[in-house]
Protein backbone atom coordinates (compact mmCIF):
# COMPACT_ATOMS: atom_id res chain seq x y z
CA UNK A 1 0.00 0.00 0.00
CA UNK A 2 3.09 2.40 1.29
CA UNK A 3 4.83 1.05 -2.03
CA UNK A 4 1.30 2.30 -3.95
CA UNK A 5 0.91 6.00 -2.09
CA UNK A 6 4.64 6.79 -3.38
CA UNK A 7 3.84 5.92 -6.97
CA UNK A 8 1.07 7.60 -6.86
CA UNK A 9 2.52 10.76 -5.51
CA UNK A 10 5.53 10.62 -7.85
CA UNK A 11 3.61 10.95 -11.11
CA UNK A 12 2.04 14.35 -9.90
CA UNK A 13 4.15 17.01 -11.17
CA UNK A 14 5.63 19.34 -8.87
CA UNK A 15 7.89 22.39 -10.51
CA UNK A 16 9.79 24.94 -8.78
CA UNK A 17 12.50 27.80 -9.39
CA UNK A 18 14.49 29.46 -7.78
CA UNK A 19 15.19 32.98 -9.67
CA UNK A 20 15.68 36.55 -9.72
CA UNK A 21 18.52 37.37 -6.91
CA UNK A 22 18.20 40.84 -5.16
CA UNK A 23 20.43 42.53 -2.97
CA UNK A 24 18.47 43.49 0.45
CA UNK A 25 19.92 45.94 2.76
CA UNK A 26 19.24 45.57 6.64
CA UNK A 27 21.43 49.08 7.19
CA UNK A 28 24.39 50.78 5.18
CA UNK A 29 26.76 48.30 6.39
CA UNK A 30 25.05 44.71 6.19
CA UNK A 31 23.21 43.20 3.15
CA UNK A 32 22.39 39.40 1.71
CA UNK A 33 20.68 38.20 -1.34
CA UNK A 34 17.38 36.38 -1.10
CA UNK A 35 15.89 34.16 -4.09
CA UNK A 36 12.31 33.98 -5.42
CA UNK A 37 11.29 30.88 -5.00
CA UNK A 38 8.71 30.09 -7.56
CA UNK A 39 5.87 26.59 -7.11
CA UNK A 40 3.71 24.97 -9.44
CA UNK A 41 1.90 21.47 -9.20
CA UNK A 42 -0.66 19.35 -9.21
CA UNK A 43 0.22 17.52 -6.29
CA UNK A 44 -2.73 16.62 -3.55
CA UNK A 45 0.27 17.18 -0.92
CA UNK A 46 -0.07 21.12 -1.54
CA UNK A 47 -2.89 23.10 -1.01
CA UNK A 48 -1.86 26.13 -2.87
CA UNK A 49 -1.03 24.99 -6.62
CA UNK A 50 0.69 28.20 -7.53
CA UNK A 51 3.19 30.49 -4.67
CA UNK A 52 5.70 32.67 -4.91
CA UNK A 53 8.12 33.33 -1.92
CA UNK A 54 11.48 34.95 -1.30
CA UNK A 55 14.06 33.75 0.69
CA UNK A 56 18.24 33.83 1.91
CA UNK A 57 20.95 31.01 1.87
CA UNK A 58 20.56 31.06 5.63
CA UNK A 59 16.78 30.27 5.83
CA UNK A 60 17.82 27.64 3.01
CA UNK A 61 20.62 25.82 5.87
CA UNK A 62 17.86 26.13 8.42
CA UNK A 63 15.67 24.14 6.06
CA UNK A 64 18.19 20.98 5.66
CA UNK A 65 18.83 20.76 9.22
CA UNK A 66 15.35 20.63 10.14
CA UNK A 67 14.94 18.32 7.96
CA UNK A 68 17.69 15.98 8.59
CA UNK A 69 15.54 16.40 12.32
CA UNK A 70 12.32 15.46 11.31
CA UNK A 71 13.32 12.33 9.62
CA UNK A 72 14.85 10.68 12.10
CA UNK A 73 18.37 9.98 9.31
CA UNK A 74 15.16 8.17 7.13
CA UNK A 75 16.07 9.90 4.25
CA UNK A 76 19.74 11.33 2.85
CA UNK A 77 19.33 14.71 2.24
CA UNK A 78 20.89 16.49 -0.82
CA UNK A 79 23.84 18.91 -0.02
CA UNK A 80 23.30 22.88 -0.37
CA UNK A 81 25.85 24.88 -2.64
CA UNK A 82 28.67 25.20 0.12
CA UNK A 83 28.76 28.60 2.08
CA UNK A 84 31.88 30.59 0.47
CA UNK A 85 33.75 32.70 3.11
CA UNK A 86 34.61 35.03 -0.20
CA UNK A 87 31.05 35.23 -1.15
CA UNK A 88 30.49 38.69 -2.91
CA UNK A 89 26.90 40.37 -3.89
CA UNK A 90 28.82 41.93 -6.69
CA UNK A 91 29.99 38.38 -8.51
CA UNK A 92 27.63 37.62 -10.75
CA UNK A 93 28.93 34.16 -11.26
CA UNK A 94 29.27 33.36 -7.94
CA UNK A 95 25.81 34.44 -7.02
CA UNK A 96 24.13 32.41 -10.56
CA UNK A 97 26.05 29.50 -9.42
CA UNK A 98 24.66 29.32 -5.49
CA UNK A 99 21.21 30.31 -7.27
CA UNK A 100 20.97 27.01 -9.53
CA UNK A 101 22.82 24.71 -6.45
CA UNK A 102 20.15 25.55 -4.33
CA UNK A 103 17.41 25.25 -7.21
CA UNK A 104 18.53 21.48 -7.57
CA UNK A 105 18.30 21.38 -3.54
CA UNK A 106 14.58 21.90 -3.79
CA UNK A 107 13.94 19.68 -7.19
CA UNK A 108 15.36 16.84 -4.87
CA UNK A 109 13.61 17.71 -2.16
CA UNK A 110 10.69 17.48 -3.55
CA UNK A 111 11.14 14.40 -4.91
CA UNK A 112 10.77 12.41 -1.58
CA UNK A 113 7.16 11.77 -0.12
CA UNK A 114 8.12 11.73 3.83
CA UNK A 115 9.71 14.99 2.93
CA UNK A 116 6.68 16.30 1.20
CA UNK A 117 4.42 15.42 4.57
CA UNK A 118 6.89 18.07 6.47
CA UNK A 119 4.93 20.75 7.40
CA UNK A 120 8.05 22.84 7.73
CA UNK A 121 8.68 22.48 3.79
CA UNK A 122 5.35 23.87 3.18
CA UNK A 123 5.78 26.76 5.21
CA UNK A 124 9.19 27.15 3.56
CA UNK A 125 8.48 27.25 0.23
CA UNK A 126 4.51 28.78 0.56
CA UNK A 127 4.40 30.80 3.40
CA UNK A 128 6.48 34.50 4.53
CA UNK A 129 7.06 33.29 8.05
CA UNK A 130 10.29 33.49 9.35
CA UNK A 131 11.52 30.30 10.32
CA UNK A 132 11.32 30.79 13.93
CA UNK A 133 7.53 31.43 13.21
CA UNK A 134 7.72 28.29 10.90
CA UNK A 135 8.32 26.25 13.47
CA UNK A 136 6.14 27.52 16.12
CA UNK A 137 3.11 27.31 13.36
CA UNK A 138 4.66 23.64 12.78
CA UNK A 139 4.36 22.62 16.33
CA UNK A 140 1.08 24.17 16.74
CA UNK A 141 2.02 27.49 18.63
CA UNK A 142 0.67 30.09 17.08
CA UNK A 143 -3.09 31.27 16.38
CA UNK A 144 -3.27 29.89 12.73
CA UNK A 145 -2.84 26.58 11.30
CA UNK A 146 0.10 25.88 8.60
CA UNK A 147 -3.10 25.71 5.79
CA UNK A 148 -3.79 29.60 7.15
CA UNK A 149 -0.27 30.65 6.65
CA UNK A 150 -0.07 28.62 3.04
CA UNK A 151 -3.04 30.34 1.84
CA UNK A 152 -2.48 33.88 2.94
CA UNK A 153 0.43 34.20 1.18
CA UNK A 154 1.07 36.08 -1.77
CA UNK A 155 -0.68 34.30 -5.18
CA UNK A 156 0.90 35.06 -8.54
CA UNK A 157 -2.06 34.35 -10.90
CA UNK A 158 -1.58 33.22 -13.99
CA UNK A 159 -5.24 32.88 -16.62
CA UNK A 160 -4.09 29.63 -18.21
CA UNK A 161 -1.24 26.93 -18.50
CA UNK A 162 -0.01 29.09 -21.86
CA UNK A 163 0.11 31.89 -19.95
CA UNK A 164 2.12 29.90 -17.19
CA UNK A 165 4.65 28.67 -19.32
CA UNK A 166 4.87 31.96 -21.23
CA UNK A 167 5.52 33.86 -17.90
CA UNK A 168 8.30 31.09 -16.35
CA UNK A 169 9.74 31.09 -19.55
CA UNK A 170 10.08 35.13 -19.97
CA UNK A 171 11.37 34.57 -15.96
CA UNK A 172 14.05 32.72 -17.51
CA UNK A 173 15.41 35.46 -19.75
CA UNK A 174 14.48 38.31 -18.09
CA UNK A 175 17.29 38.18 -15.70
CA UNK A 176 20.07 38.15 -18.04
CA UNK A 177 21.51 40.85 -19.78
CA UNK A 178 21.34 40.17 -23.67
CA UNK A 179 24.86 40.91 -24.24
CA UNK A 180 26.15 38.40 -21.35
CA UNK A 181 24.93 35.85 -19.43
CA UNK A 182 25.25 37.20 -16.15
CA UNK A 183 22.16 37.87 -13.57
CA UNK A 184 20.99 41.49 -13.21
CA UNK A 185 21.50 41.74 -9.64
CA UNK A 186 18.41 44.52 -8.58
CA UNK A 187 19.68 46.74 -5.37
CA UNK A 188 16.87 47.96 -3.61
CA UNK A 189 18.21 50.74 -1.70
CA UNK A 190 16.16 51.00 1.00
CA UNK A 191 17.29 53.38 4.74
CA UNK A 192 17.81 52.37 7.80
CA UNK A 193 14.03 52.85 8.88
CA UNK A 194 12.78 51.85 5.74
CA UNK A 195 14.34 48.08 6.46
CA UNK A 196 13.40 47.98 10.36
CA UNK A 197 10.16 48.66 8.98
CA UNK A 198 9.88 45.63 6.58
CA UNK A 199 11.43 43.36 9.19
CA UNK A 200 9.15 44.22 11.29
CA UNK A 201 6.26 43.70 9.09
CA UNK A 202 7.75 40.31 7.91
CA UNK A 203 7.53 38.85 11.39
CA UNK A 204 4.60 40.61 13.33
CA UNK A 205 2.31 42.36 10.60
CA UNK A 206 2.55 38.16 8.79
CA UNK A 207 1.12 37.11 12.21
CA UNK A 208 -1.34 39.95 12.79
CA UNK A 209 -3.47 39.25 9.90
CA UNK A 210 -3.42 35.48 10.40
CA UNK A 211 -4.77 35.48 13.95
CA UNK A 212 -7.36 37.89 13.21
CA UNK A 213 -8.57 35.73 10.62
CA UNK A 214 -8.11 32.66 12.31
CA UNK A 215 -10.09 34.27 15.29
CA UNK A 216 -13.01 35.05 12.71
CA UNK A 217 -13.37 31.66 11.27
Not at 15 to 42: G, M
Not at 83 to 88: E, G, H
Not at 92 to 98: P, S
Request: aromatic residues 8%; proline residues 3%; contains cysteine.
Amino acid sequence: MREEIDNFVSQQVISVWVRDPRIQKNDFWHAYIDYEICLHTDSVCFNKKISSVRRRYSEFVWLRQKLQANSMLMVQLPELPPKNPFFSLNNAQQITERMKGLQKFLEQILQSPLLLSDSCLHLFLQSELSVSKIEACAAGRTHYSVVQAVQRCGLRRFNSEEDLQKDLSMCCTCDFNSDSSEPQIKDLAINKAESTASLDLIGTSQEETLSCSSGST
